[in-house]
Protein backbone atom coordinates (compact mmCIF):
# COMPACT_ATOMS: atom_id res chain seq x y z
CA UNK A 1 0.00 0.00 0.00
CA UNK A 2 2.63 2.34 0.80
CA UNK A 3 4.77 1.76 -2.61
CA UNK A 4 1.31 1.96 -4.27
CA UNK A 5 0.09 5.38 -2.90
CA UNK A 6 2.93 7.24 -4.08
CA UNK A 7 1.19 7.07 -7.26
CA UNK A 8 -1.57 8.69 -5.86
CA UNK A 9 0.16 12.06 -4.72
CA UNK A 10 -0.90 15.23 -6.05
CA UNK A 11 0.58 18.40 -6.60
CA UNK A 12 -0.73 21.85 -6.17
CA UNK A 13 -2.78 22.60 -9.15
CA UNK A 14 -4.30 25.16 -7.45
CA UNK A 15 -0.94 27.14 -7.33
CA UNK A 16 -0.82 26.41 -11.25
CA UNK A 17 -4.09 27.94 -11.57
CA UNK A 18 -2.70 31.39 -9.96
CA UNK A 19 0.02 31.20 -11.84
CA UNK A 20 -1.93 31.65 -14.62
CA UNK A 21 -3.96 34.72 -12.43
CA UNK A 22 -0.96 36.27 -12.05
CA UNK A 23 0.21 35.76 -15.39
CA UNK A 24 -1.34 37.62 -18.74
CA UNK A 25 -3.30 34.80 -19.71
CA UNK A 26 -7.06 36.15 -20.11
CA UNK A 27 -8.75 33.90 -17.54
CA UNK A 28 -10.34 35.76 -15.04
CA UNK A 29 -11.64 35.48 -11.34
CA UNK A 30 -14.87 34.27 -12.75
CA UNK A 31 -13.76 31.71 -14.70
CA UNK A 32 -10.91 29.61 -13.10
CA UNK A 33 -11.31 27.91 -9.95
CA UNK A 34 -10.12 28.11 -6.46
CA UNK A 35 -10.34 26.84 -3.06
CA UNK A 36 -14.41 27.49 -2.69
CA UNK A 37 -15.23 25.78 -5.93
CA UNK A 38 -13.41 22.62 -4.37
CA UNK A 39 -15.20 22.95 -0.95
CA UNK A 40 -18.65 23.58 -2.64
CA UNK A 41 -18.53 20.18 -5.18
CA UNK A 42 -17.06 18.02 -2.03
CA UNK A 43 -19.71 18.98 0.18
CA UNK A 44 -21.83 18.13 -2.89
CA UNK A 45 -20.82 14.71 -3.30
CA UNK A 46 -21.07 14.05 0.36
CA UNK A 47 -24.43 15.29 -0.07
CA UNK A 48 -25.29 13.07 -2.64
CA UNK A 49 -23.47 10.14 -0.92
CA UNK A 50 -25.15 10.24 2.13
CA UNK A 51 -29.30 10.79 0.35
CA UNK A 52 -28.12 7.94 -1.18
CA UNK A 53 -27.24 6.09 1.63
CA UNK A 54 -23.64 4.79 -0.18
CA UNK A 55 -20.43 4.66 1.44
CA UNK A 56 -18.98 7.80 2.74
CA UNK A 57 -15.71 6.77 1.49
CA UNK A 58 -16.54 6.52 -1.87
CA UNK A 59 -16.86 10.26 -1.79
CA UNK A 60 -13.70 10.44 -1.02
CA UNK A 61 -12.51 8.48 -3.68
CA UNK A 62 -14.30 10.88 -6.01
CA UNK A 63 -12.43 13.75 -4.31
CA UNK A 64 -9.29 11.71 -4.85
CA UNK A 65 -9.84 11.46 -8.85
CA UNK A 66 -11.02 14.86 -8.85
CA UNK A 67 -7.61 16.33 -7.73
CA UNK A 68 -5.49 13.46 -9.60
CA UNK A 69 -7.52 14.66 -12.64
CA UNK A 70 -6.52 18.35 -12.40
CA UNK A 71 -3.31 17.56 -11.65
CA UNK A 72 -2.97 15.93 -15.31
CA UNK A 73 -1.31 17.70 -17.94
CA UNK A 74 -4.17 16.81 -20.45
CA UNK A 75 -6.36 19.60 -22.52
CA UNK A 76 -9.46 18.38 -20.57
CA UNK A 77 -7.51 18.76 -17.15
CA UNK A 78 -6.27 22.37 -18.17
CA UNK A 79 -10.16 23.20 -19.45
CA UNK A 80 -11.77 21.92 -15.94
CA UNK A 81 -8.90 24.01 -13.87
CA UNK A 82 -9.58 27.32 -15.98
CA UNK A 83 -14.18 26.83 -16.64
CA UNK A 84 -16.06 26.25 -14.11
CA UNK A 85 -18.78 24.49 -15.91
CA UNK A 86 -15.84 22.16 -16.75
CA UNK A 87 -15.08 21.89 -13.50
CA UNK A 88 -18.60 20.88 -11.88
CA UNK A 89 -18.49 18.29 -14.70
CA UNK A 90 -15.83 16.60 -13.84
CA UNK A 91 -16.56 16.71 -10.26
CA UNK A 92 -19.90 15.04 -11.04
CA UNK A 93 -18.25 12.81 -13.31
CA UNK A 94 -15.53 11.42 -10.66
CA UNK A 95 -18.55 10.79 -8.40
CA UNK A 96 -20.38 8.90 -10.83
CA UNK A 97 -17.34 6.53 -11.75
CA UNK A 98 -16.32 6.26 -7.99
CA UNK A 99 -20.23 5.13 -7.44
CA UNK A 100 -19.54 2.18 -10.49
CA UNK A 101 -16.40 1.12 -9.19
CA UNK A 102 -17.12 0.83 -5.54
CA UNK A 103 -21.20 0.40 -4.84
CA UNK A 104 -23.18 -2.66 -5.50
CA UNK A 105 -26.00 0.30 -6.73
CA UNK A 106 -26.30 1.92 -10.15
CA UNK A 107 -25.80 5.56 -10.62
CA UNK A 108 -25.86 5.73 -14.52
CA UNK A 109 -25.28 8.48 -16.97
CA UNK A 110 -28.93 9.62 -17.22
CA UNK A 111 -29.29 9.98 -13.22
CA UNK A 112 -26.23 11.61 -13.07
CA UNK A 113 -27.44 14.08 -15.43
CA UNK A 114 -30.48 14.24 -13.37
CA UNK A 115 -28.16 15.26 -10.46
CA UNK A 116 -27.15 18.18 -12.33
CA UNK A 117 -30.56 19.77 -12.84
CA UNK A 118 -30.02 19.50 -16.70
CA UNK A 119 -26.80 21.05 -16.84
CA UNK A 120 -24.39 18.25 -18.35
CA UNK A 121 -26.17 15.82 -20.74
CA UNK A 122 -25.34 12.04 -20.00
CA UNK A 123 -23.68 12.03 -23.15
CA UNK A 124 -21.19 15.02 -21.80
CA UNK A 125 -20.53 12.65 -18.62
CA UNK A 126 -20.03 10.03 -20.06
CA UNK A 127 -17.33 11.60 -22.54
CA UNK A 128 -15.45 13.32 -19.40
CA UNK A 129 -15.75 9.64 -17.84
CA UNK A 130 -13.16 8.91 -20.70
CA UNK A 131 -11.18 11.82 -20.31
CA UNK A 132 -10.62 11.07 -17.04
CA UNK A 133 -9.64 7.89 -16.98
CA UNK A 134 -7.43 8.54 -19.64
CA UNK A 135 -5.97 10.74 -17.60
CA UNK A 136 -5.81 9.03 -14.50
CA UNK A 137 -4.05 6.18 -16.72
CA UNK A 138 -6.73 4.46 -15.20
CA UNK A 139 -5.15 3.86 -11.82
CA UNK A 140 -8.75 3.85 -9.53
CA UNK A 141 -8.20 1.44 -6.71
CA UNK A 142 -5.16 3.74 -4.81
CA UNK A 143 -5.52 2.94 -0.77
CA UNK A 144 -7.32 5.35 0.79
CA UNK A 145 -6.72 6.96 4.27
CA UNK A 146 -9.93 5.19 5.72
CA UNK A 147 -8.09 1.87 4.62
CA UNK A 148 -4.98 2.54 6.47
CA UNK A 149 -6.65 3.89 9.69
CA UNK A 150 -8.35 0.51 9.54
CA UNK A 151 -5.46 -1.02 9.11
CA UNK A 152 -3.22 0.84 11.40
CA UNK A 153 -6.04 -0.02 14.40
CA UNK A 154 -6.43 -3.38 13.66
CA UNK A 155 -3.09 -4.19 15.31
CA UNK A 156 -4.12 -2.58 18.51
CA UNK A 157 -2.81 -4.17 21.29
CA UNK A 158 -5.31 -6.09 23.38
CA UNK A 159 -5.05 -3.65 25.88
CA UNK A 160 -6.81 -1.33 23.95
CA UNK A 161 -10.01 -3.05 23.01
CA UNK A 162 -11.52 -0.74 25.21
CA UNK A 163 -11.26 2.52 23.27
CA UNK A 164 -10.99 1.05 19.93
CA UNK A 165 -14.50 2.01 19.20
CA UNK A 166 -13.65 5.86 20.38
CA UNK A 167 -10.04 5.31 18.02
CA UNK A 168 -12.40 4.07 14.90
CA UNK A 169 -14.68 7.00 15.07
CA UNK A 170 -12.46 9.99 15.97
CA UNK A 171 -10.00 9.01 13.11
CA UNK A 172 -12.60 7.81 10.53
CA UNK A 173 -13.93 11.79 11.00
CA UNK A 174 -10.65 13.31 10.58
CA UNK A 175 -10.11 11.67 7.71
CA UNK A 176 -13.16 12.93 6.15
CA UNK A 177 -12.45 16.64 7.77
CA UNK A 178 -9.14 16.17 5.63
CA UNK A 179 -10.92 15.02 2.27
CA UNK A 180 -12.48 18.94 1.93
CA UNK A 181 -9.52 20.79 2.87
CA UNK A 182 -7.47 21.61 0.04
CA UNK A 183 -4.69 22.05 2.35
CA UNK A 184 -4.51 18.38 2.82
CA UNK A 185 -4.20 17.73 -1.38
CA UNK A 186 -0.28 18.82 -2.40
CA UNK A 187 2.45 16.23 -1.85
CA UNK A 188 0.86 14.60 1.08
CA UNK A 189 0.47 10.58 1.51
CA UNK A 190 -2.50 9.15 2.83
CA UNK A 191 -0.94 6.69 5.14
CA UNK A 192 0.92 10.27 6.57
CA UNK A 193 -2.79 11.72 7.01
CA UNK A 194 -4.14 8.57 8.40
CA UNK A 195 -0.90 8.50 11.67
CA UNK A 196 -1.97 11.94 12.26
CA UNK A 197 -5.44 11.11 12.70
CA UNK A 198 -4.72 8.52 14.91
CA UNK A 199 -2.47 10.16 16.99
CA UNK A 200 -4.89 12.84 17.66
CA UNK A 201 -7.72 10.30 18.78
CA UNK A 202 -5.14 9.06 21.36
CA UNK A 203 -5.52 12.72 22.64
CA UNK A 204 -8.80 12.35 23.30
CA UNK A 205 -8.66 8.94 24.57
CA UNK A 206 -6.34 10.27 27.25
CA UNK A 207 -8.60 12.76 28.31
CA UNK A 208 -11.39 10.94 28.59
CA UNK A 209 -10.54 7.16 29.35
CA UNK A 210 -8.04 5.71 31.84
CA UNK A 211 -5.90 4.35 29.21
CA UNK A 212 -2.53 3.42 29.17
CA UNK A 213 -1.55 6.22 27.19
CA UNK A 214 2.28 5.38 26.58
CA UNK A 215 1.49 1.63 25.59
CA UNK A 216 -1.04 2.85 22.61
CA UNK A 217 1.62 5.79 21.54
CA UNK A 218 4.32 3.03 21.77
CA UNK A 219 2.19 0.64 19.45
CA UNK A 220 1.98 3.87 17.01
CA UNK A 221 5.94 4.03 17.07
CA UNK A 222 6.65 0.89 16.27
CA UNK A 223 3.94 0.66 13.89
CA UNK A 224 5.08 4.21 12.00
CA UNK A 225 8.69 2.65 11.73
CA UNK A 226 7.50 0.22 10.04
CA UNK A 227 5.85 2.49 7.67
CA UNK A 228 8.72 4.64 7.61
CA UNK A 229 6.63 7.42 8.67
CA UNK A 230 8.03 9.64 11.79
CA UNK A 231 5.40 10.89 13.82
CA UNK A 232 7.62 13.29 15.24
CA UNK A 233 8.55 15.53 11.82
CA UNK A 234 7.28 19.23 11.34
CA UNK A 235 4.65 17.25 8.18
CA UNK A 236 2.87 15.34 11.14
CA UNK A 237 2.90 18.09 13.77
CA UNK A 238 1.05 20.52 10.69
CA UNK A 239 -1.05 17.86 9.62
CA UNK A 240 -2.29 16.97 13.24
CA UNK A 241 -2.89 20.32 14.25
CA UNK A 242 -4.64 21.79 11.68
CA UNK A 243 -6.89 18.23 11.86
CA UNK A 244 -6.90 19.11 15.23
CA UNK A 245 -8.74 22.75 14.97
CA UNK A 246 -11.12 21.32 12.58
CA UNK A 247 -11.97 18.82 14.71
CA UNK A 248 -12.91 20.80 17.13
CA UNK A 249 -14.76 23.15 14.58
CA UNK A 250 -17.05 20.25 13.76
CA UNK A 251 -17.75 18.52 17.01
CA UNK A 252 -18.01 18.44 20.29
CA UNK A 253 -14.94 17.03 21.27
CA UNK A 254 -12.93 20.03 22.76
CA UNK A 255 -9.80 19.30 21.46
CA UNK A 256 -7.82 22.72 21.91
CA UNK A 257 -5.86 21.86 24.68
CA UNK A 258 -4.49 18.81 23.69
CA UNK A 259 -0.54 18.82 23.45
CA UNK A 260 1.33 17.03 20.39
CA UNK A 261 4.25 15.15 21.29
CA UNK A 262 7.28 16.90 22.81
CA UNK A 263 5.91 20.09 23.05
CA UNK A 264 5.47 21.18 19.45
CA UNK A 265 2.40 23.03 19.23
CA UNK A 266 0.62 24.55 16.25
CA UNK A 267 3.66 26.67 15.25
CA UNK A 268 4.26 24.06 12.56
CA UNK A 269 0.87 24.67 11.06
CA UNK A 270 2.63 27.16 8.31
CA UNK A 271 3.60 23.59 6.61
CA UNK A 272 0.73 22.65 5.44
CA UNK A 273 -0.85 26.43 4.46
Not at 20 to 33: A, V
Not at 38 to 48: A, G, Q
Not at 203 to 213: F, I, S
Not at 241 to 250: A, I, P, Q, V, Y
Amino acid sequence: MLRQEEQYVCHDYLDDVHALRRGDSGYSDNTIIDETCRSKMCEWIFHVIDSTRLQRETASVAMNFLDRFLCATTPRAERARTDRREYQLAAMTCMYIAVKIREPVVLDANLTSKLSRGLHTPEEITAMEYDILIALQWKVNGPTTLQFVNYILELLPPSAESIAPVLYAHSHFQTELAVGDYAFVPNLRQSTIALASILNSLGVVEKDHETPLDECIQFVRSISNSFDLDIDSPTVHAIRGRLLKSFSECSKVNMSNLKLPNGCQRRHSSLIR
